[in-house]
């Protein structure tokens, strides 16, 4: 009787493992590969400006147009 509990005892034991294994192999195999890093979900980009149009705005802003510039309206809070 005492052969047939141990018996018991070690299938289940293996049957445990065996889960255990295919759990763990299977969250490996969904991971991302190593050094990757995951989205972060940013939306920022680096948009470098045209030089041609940096320098069409250096040549609109002379210093007569500075000094008579205003600051531009700015909403309300409330």
Avoid: C, I, Q
């Amino acid at each position: 009787m005492r052969r047939r509990t141990v018996s018991r005892w070690a299938t289940a034991a293996v049957l445990l493992a065996a889960v255990v294994a295919v759990a763990a192999w299977r969250s490996a195999a969904g991971a991302p590969p190593p050094g990757t890093e995951p989205d972060s979900g940013s939306t920022r980009s680096d948009v470098l400006p045209n030089p041609d149009e940096v320098d069409e705005v250096r040549d609109y802003w002379t210093p007569e147009r500075m000094k008579d510039a205003r600051p531009a309206p700015m909403p309300e809070d409330g």
